[in-house]
Protein backbone atom coordinates (compact mmCIF):
# COMPACT_ATOMS: atom_id res chain seq x y z
CA UNK A 1 0.00 0.00 0.00
CA UNK A 2 1.40 3.37 -0.44
CA UNK A 3 2.83 5.84 1.86
CA UNK A 4 0.12 8.48 0.62
CA UNK A 5 -3.01 5.99 0.58
CA UNK A 6 -2.05 5.10 3.95
CA UNK A 7 -1.95 8.29 5.51
CA UNK A 8 -4.94 9.02 4.05
CA UNK A 9 -6.46 5.69 5.37
CA UNK A 10 -5.10 6.98 8.96
CA UNK A 11 -6.92 10.74 8.50
CA UNK A 12 -9.84 8.59 7.55
CA UNK A 13 -10.11 6.75 10.68
CA UNK A 14 -9.13 8.94 12.56
CA UNK A 15 -12.21 11.36 11.82
CA UNK A 16 -14.18 8.76 12.64
CA UNK A 17 -12.37 7.97 16.28
CA UNK A 18 -10.83 5.48 15.33
CA UNK A 19 -7.18 3.82 14.65
CA UNK A 20 -5.16 1.42 12.92
CA UNK A 21 -5.17 -2.17 14.71
CA UNK A 22 -1.77 -3.08 16.16
CA UNK A 23 0.06 -5.92 13.96
CA UNK A 24 -1.15 -8.76 16.02
CA UNK A 25 -4.27 -7.95 16.77
CA UNK A 26 -6.74 -11.18 17.43
CA UNK A 27 -10.11 -11.56 19.67
CA UNK A 28 -11.38 -14.62 20.61
CA UNK A 29 -14.89 -14.41 19.29
CA UNK A 30 -17.46 -15.24 22.29
CA UNK A 31 -19.99 -14.60 19.59
CA UNK A 32 -21.94 -17.28 18.34
CA UNK A 33 -19.88 -18.09 14.62
CA UNK A 34 -21.21 -16.69 11.72
CA UNK A 35 -22.63 -18.64 9.69
CA UNK A 36 -21.21 -19.51 5.80
CA UNK A 37 -23.19 -17.53 3.37
CA UNK A 38 -24.46 -21.16 1.23
CA UNK A 39 -23.67 -19.15 -2.46
CA UNK A 40 -20.73 -17.29 -1.44
CA UNK A 41 -17.42 -16.72 -3.30
CA UNK A 42 -14.41 -19.76 -1.90
CA UNK A 43 -11.77 -21.24 -2.33
CA UNK A 44 -9.38 -24.19 -1.11
CA UNK A 45 -10.30 -27.63 -0.11
CA UNK A 46 -13.87 -29.13 -1.14
CA UNK A 47 -14.10 -31.14 1.91
CA UNK A 48 -12.49 -28.49 4.69
CA UNK A 49 -11.75 -28.87 8.25
CA UNK A 50 -12.05 -25.34 8.85
CA UNK A 51 -13.58 -22.46 6.71
CA UNK A 52 -12.15 -18.70 6.81
CA UNK A 53 -14.22 -16.27 5.97
CA UNK A 54 -13.06 -13.03 4.90
CA UNK A 55 -14.73 -9.86 5.46
CA UNK A 56 -13.56 -7.43 2.53
CA UNK A 57 -13.84 -4.10 1.41
CA UNK A 58 -12.26 -3.96 -2.41
CA UNK A 59 -11.14 -0.64 -2.03
CA UNK A 60 -9.48 -0.98 1.89
CA UNK A 61 -5.97 -1.21 0.86
CA UNK A 62 -5.30 -3.21 4.24
CA UNK A 63 -7.47 -5.53 2.26
CA UNK A 64 -5.38 -5.19 -0.87
CA UNK A 65 -2.14 -6.00 1.42
CA UNK A 66 -3.53 -9.05 3.05
CA UNK A 67 -4.12 -10.98 -0.58
CA UNK A 68 -0.58 -12.33 -0.87
CA UNK A 69 -0.66 -13.73 2.93
CA UNK A 70 -4.00 -15.42 1.89
CA UNK A 71 -2.40 -17.18 -0.77
CA UNK A 72 0.41 -18.35 1.41
CA UNK A 73 -2.60 -19.82 3.80
CA UNK A 74 -3.80 -21.96 0.56
CA UNK A 75 -0.35 -22.95 0.20
CA UNK A 76 0.11 -24.93 3.56
CA UNK A 77 -3.67 -25.46 3.68
CA UNK A 78 -5.35 -25.77 0.99
CA UNK A 79 -6.03 -29.88 1.74
CA UNK A 80 -8.29 -28.57 5.34
CA UNK A 81 -9.15 -25.08 4.26
CA UNK A 82 -11.22 -23.06 2.46
CA UNK A 83 -11.27 -19.20 2.15
CA UNK A 84 -14.59 -17.67 1.55
CA UNK A 85 -15.49 -14.37 0.96
CA UNK A 86 -17.98 -11.78 2.03
CA UNK A 87 -18.78 -8.61 1.06
CA UNK A 88 -17.77 -5.84 3.50
CA UNK A 89 -18.25 -2.21 2.26
CA UNK A 90 -17.31 0.49 4.04
CA UNK A 91 -19.13 2.98 2.58
CA UNK A 92 -18.49 5.69 4.75
CA UNK A 93 -14.89 5.45 3.92
CA UNK A 94 -14.76 3.94 0.73
CA UNK A 95 -17.07 5.70 -1.76
CA UNK A 96 -16.31 2.67 -4.43
CA UNK A 97 -16.80 -0.34 -2.08
CA UNK A 98 -20.00 -1.18 -2.15
CA UNK A 99 -20.87 -0.47 -6.36
CA UNK A 100 -17.01 -2.70 -6.66
CA UNK A 101 -18.65 -5.40 -4.68
CA UNK A 102 -21.77 -4.57 -6.86
CA UNK A 103 -19.97 -5.13 -9.96
CA UNK A 104 -18.11 -8.45 -8.59
CA UNK A 105 -21.15 -10.24 -7.85
CA UNK A 106 -22.52 -9.69 -11.50
CA UNK A 107 -19.23 -10.81 -13.21
CA UNK A 108 -19.62 -13.65 -10.86
CA UNK A 109 -23.09 -14.62 -12.09
CA UNK A 110 -22.09 -14.23 -15.69
CA UNK A 111 -18.79 -15.97 -15.43
CA UNK A 112 -18.87 -18.08 -12.03
CA UNK A 113 -16.26 -18.79 -9.42
CA UNK A 114 -13.25 -18.27 -11.88
CA UNK A 115 -14.24 -14.85 -13.60
CA UNK A 116 -15.36 -13.47 -10.29
CA UNK A 117 -11.69 -14.41 -9.00
CA UNK A 118 -9.99 -12.69 -11.54
CA UNK A 119 -11.97 -10.00 -11.30
CA UNK A 120 -11.43 -9.72 -7.66
CA UNK A 121 -7.41 -9.86 -8.53
CA UNK A 122 -7.91 -7.07 -10.66
CA UNK A 123 -10.08 -5.01 -8.55
CA UNK A 124 -7.35 -5.54 -5.59
CA UNK A 125 -4.31 -4.42 -8.19
CA UNK A 126 -6.45 -1.21 -9.49
CA UNK A 127 -8.03 0.05 -6.10
CA UNK A 128 -7.43 3.79 -7.75
CA UNK A 129 -9.81 2.98 -10.35
CA UNK A 130 -12.72 1.85 -9.08
CA UNK A 131 -14.96 4.43 -10.90
CA UNK A 132 -17.81 2.89 -12.66
CA UNK A 133 -16.23 3.46 -16.20
CA UNK A 134 -13.20 1.94 -14.30
CA UNK A 135 -15.22 -1.16 -13.42
CA UNK A 136 -16.85 -1.55 -16.76
CA UNK A 137 -13.21 -1.37 -17.62
CA UNK A 138 -11.83 -4.87 -16.09
CA UNK A 139 -14.96 -6.64 -16.43
CA UNK A 140 -14.67 -6.34 -20.27
CA UNK A 141 -11.07 -7.39 -19.78
CA UNK A 142 -11.92 -11.00 -18.64
CA UNK A 143 -13.85 -11.31 -21.86
CA UNK A 144 -17.40 -12.98 -22.07
CA UNK A 145 -19.33 -10.47 -19.99
CA UNK A 146 -22.68 -9.31 -20.97
CA UNK A 147 -22.05 -5.55 -20.32
CA UNK A 148 -25.57 -4.29 -21.24
CA UNK A 149 -26.41 -6.96 -18.65
CA UNK A 150 -23.22 -5.86 -16.32
CA UNK A 151 -24.80 -2.07 -16.36
CA UNK A 152 -28.01 -2.82 -16.15
CA UNK A 153 -27.14 -4.69 -12.75
CA UNK A 154 -24.77 -1.69 -11.50
CA UNK A 155 -27.76 1.13 -12.57
CA UNK A 156 -30.67 -1.33 -10.93
CA UNK A 157 -28.32 -1.98 -7.49
CA UNK A 158 -29.49 -5.41 -8.25
CA UNK A 159 -27.06 -7.08 -5.87
CA UNK A 160 -26.73 -4.37 -3.43
CA UNK A 161 -29.59 -5.73 -0.99
CA UNK A 162 -27.94 -9.03 -1.08
CA UNK A 163 -25.24 -7.36 0.02
CA UNK A 164 -26.16 -4.84 2.83
CA UNK A 165 -28.39 -8.30 4.06
CA UNK A 166 -25.14 -10.22 4.81
CA UNK A 167 -23.24 -6.94 6.38
CA UNK A 168 -26.12 -6.81 8.49
CA UNK A 169 -25.36 -10.26 9.78
CA UNK A 170 -22.06 -9.67 10.91
CA UNK A 171 -22.97 -6.46 12.32
CA UNK A 172 -25.71 -8.01 14.54
CA UNK A 173 -22.40 -9.89 16.11
CA UNK A 174 -21.58 -6.72 18.14
CA UNK A 175 -17.56 -7.61 17.79
CA UNK A 176 -15.95 -4.68 18.76
CA UNK A 177 -13.09 -2.56 16.10
CA UNK A 178 -14.65 -4.90 13.73
CA UNK A 179 -13.40 -3.79 10.39
CA UNK A 180 -11.72 -4.78 6.91
CA UNK A 181 -10.04 -7.04 6.46
CA UNK A 182 -11.41 -9.16 9.08
CA UNK A 183 -11.31 -12.89 9.38
CA UNK A 184 -13.61 -15.48 11.36
CA UNK A 185 -11.69 -18.85 11.83
CA UNK A 186 -13.38 -20.86 13.95
CA UNK A 187 -14.54 -19.71 16.92
CA UNK A 188 -11.56 -16.63 16.72
CA UNK A 189 -10.97 -13.34 14.52
CA UNK A 190 -8.39 -11.53 13.62
CA UNK A 191 -8.58 -8.11 12.55
CA UNK A 192 -6.25 -6.23 10.02
CA UNK A 193 -3.82 -7.28 7.26
CA UNK A 194 -1.75 -9.71 9.92
CA UNK A 195 1.34 -11.92 8.98
CA UNK A 196 1.38 -15.44 7.77
CA UNK A 197 2.36 -16.06 11.54
CA UNK A 198 -0.85 -15.01 12.90
CA UNK A 199 -3.05 -17.22 10.93
CA UNK A 200 -0.68 -20.17 10.95
CA UNK A 201 -1.33 -20.16 14.95
CA UNK A 202 -5.00 -19.24 14.72
CA UNK A 203 -5.35 -22.16 11.86
CA UNK A 204 -3.71 -24.67 14.11
CA UNK A 205 -5.50 -23.53 17.46
CA UNK A 206 -8.76 -24.08 15.25
CA UNK A 207 -7.49 -27.70 13.95
CA UNK A 208 -6.10 -28.91 17.37
CA UNK A 209 -3.04 -28.49 16.06
CA UNK A 210 -1.87 -25.92 18.39
Request: charged share 25%; aromatic share 8%.
Amino acid sequence: MSTTRRGFTELSLKLLGLSLLAPSALVACSTPQLAVPPKAPSKGASDPKLVIQELGDFECPFCADVQPVLEQVLDHYGDRVRIVWRDYPLSHIHPYAMQAAEAAREVRAQLGEEGFWRYHHLLFMNQNALTREGLASFAKKLGGVDMARFTKALDEKTHQAAILAEKAEVDKLGIDRLGTPGFFIGSEVIIGSQPFEVFRDAIQEQLGQG
